[in-house]
């Protein structure tokens, strides 16, 4: 086990994301996001995005685990862990209910500016997410999401908003939230909660790819209108992408695997390459072009994408993925999910997710290597069922054991290998609703709530032994893993 003390400054906490805590859907004037109409999945079988309207189901995040009215404890608990910052984002709807709005809603504003104020009262630094998949429901419906231009405008309205509101409150923004998770553009569910992109029966997987990167270029435009905007607000903000980052293995040796892992990285990186050099990566260029793709892409864009590049880069990290050719040629990049190969070098989580802590060590390097920026990890942490035991504690020596060998590993890239990391941001510090399956019982916190996934539970809070495992890790500034 390595252990380093992180340098001055160093941001410890945690990160979580509006809809999938806050609860309180319809208070206040919120409007309805896409993640309220979504159902309850499992790890084999997906959310469904229904039509928005609202036959008394149970829709997870709802009411999630009311942050929205247990803020003030919730941050609390976060203090007594010594968190430096805390990250979430600002619900779109609570700000603009439907998205089109001229006026923002007060008393959304309102909400924030307690509970950015309540993190300030205890030296915590909020580390805000624009668009964490929550785009307002009225937007996908009457724009068709992020293929519509006009969405620029609509995001663009927000973001000012919320800079100029809380200019004097938050420092560190990130536009969208994994904004690469687009790659994976036959899978509905990541288009709906990434891009607002409801595809219709039977659509084909080339037109469902040419409308990903419609939608994945409009997002790259206001990404970067709003860090021009930002800097012109508040010259000290500092404005970062949110990328979700795996490292791509082959499978074994041969070119034809080393190639394809290539290829998916290309695919994945020319997000980022957008946002941190301004300007679209040949390879992608290349791949629109030969398949005929014809993206509305202006020379204004162009220009717009050269000033608005951003500040740092954040990413979460959570596994590696191996990719193999056996089913798959190097060029097919259609489907993601058929070039996958399970690494027999690694062991899973209950939901399948592979456990890899070099991996991160890895990310960190390349990252680096590619892009020579500030980098902050904002998210990474094992989901896991828990169990409390009559006394209430909870024993999560797997969670523990999981966060000391990714921390130790991210340690060694910033001492051994020079890497400039600002942060580490486990994921799901109090736990929350899972954006990929809306369970509850999925569970990354060091904050147990009381709620399983039937919706049951009186919603206390209590601290789990990774609680106090972490707090001991920040008080010593990563020494004492
Ligand atoms: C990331 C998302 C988060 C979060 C996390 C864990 O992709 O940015 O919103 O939920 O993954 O995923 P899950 O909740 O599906 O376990």
Redesign the pocket.
């Known amino acids: 086990m390595y252990s380093s003390k992180m340098p001055k400054g160093f941001l410890w906490g945690g990160a979580v994301?509006a809809h999938?805590l806050e609860g309180a859907w319809n208070v206040d004037g919120k409007g309805m996001s896409v993640a309220d109409v979504m159902t309850v999945g499992s790890a084999t079988k997906p959310r469904e995005i229904t039509d928005g309207v609202l036959s008394g189901k149970n829709y997870p995040n709802h009411s999630a685990i009311d942050f929205y009215h247990h803020y003030k404890e919730d941050i609390k608990l976060m203090a007594e862990m010594g968190f430096k910052a805390f990250r979430t984002s600002i619900a779109w709807t609570r700000i603009f209910p439907n998205g089109d709005e001229k006026e923002p809603n007060e008393a959304g504003l309102k909400f924030y500016d307690d509970l950015f104020d309540t993190c300030h009262q205890y030296g915590i630094e909020p580390v805000i997410t624009l668009s964490?998949?929550e785009i307002p429901f009225h937007l996908i419906k009457e724009y068709g999401g992020f293929t519509n231009r006009k969405m620029i405008d609509f995001f663009v309205r927000f973001a000012t908003v919320c800079f100029k509101h809380y200019k004097n409150k938050v420092k560190y923004w990130m536009t969208f939230?994994?904004i690469d998770?687009q790659t994976s553009f036959n899978n509905d569910f990541l288009m709906a909660t990434n891009s607002g992109i409801l595809f219709k029966k039977g659509m084909t997987d080339e037109e469902k790819e040419a409308a990903m990167y419609q939608a994945g270029h409009y997002e790259l435009v206001a990404s970067a209108l709003a860090v021009k905007i930002g800097h012109k607000i508040n010259p000290n903000f500092k404005i970062g992408c949110m990328i979700?980052y795996s490292p791509v293995r082959p499978l074994t040796p041969s070119s034809d695997d080393v190639l394809l892992a290539d290829k998916w990285e290309q695919r994945r990186d020319w997000f980022s390459d957008v946002h941190v050099f301004g300007k679209y990566p040949n390879a992608v260029e290349a791949y629109i072009e030969r398949n005929g793709y014809r993206p509305d892409i202006t020379d204004e864009d162009r220009i717009v994408l050269k000033e608005g590049t951003v500040d740092y880069v954040a990413f979460?990290y959570?596994q590696t993925t191996t990719v193999s050719s056996e089913n798959v040629k190097p060029d097919d990049l259609t489907d993601l999910a058929k070039a996958v190969a399970k690494n027999p070098t690694l062991k899973r989580s209950d939901?399948g997710w592979e456990i890899d802590p070099e991996g991160l060590r890895i990310a960190l390097n390349q990252l680096t290597d590619r892009y020579h920026k500030p980098l902050f990890i904002v998210?990474n942490g094992l989901?896991a069922y828990d169990k409390v035991e009559s006394d209430g504690s909870v024993h999560d020596d797997y969670r523990i054991s999981y966060l000391r060998n990714h921390i130790s590993e991210m340690e060694k890239a910033v001492e051994l290998d020079g890497v400039n990391l600002m942060g580490y941001l486990p994921?799901?510090c109090i736990d929350l609703v899972?954006?990929?399956?809306g369970q509850m019982d999925?569970r990354?916190g060091f904050i147990y709530v009381d709620k399983n996934d039937a919706g049951e539970g009186t919603l206390a809070r209590s601290r789990k032994d990774s609680f106090f495992w972490y707090k001991k890790v920040i008080k010593s500034n990563g020494e004492d893993l």
């Open positions: 994301a999938q964490h998949f939230n994994e998770n979700n979460s959570y939901w998210e989901g994921w799901g899972s954006a990929g399956t999925k990354y």
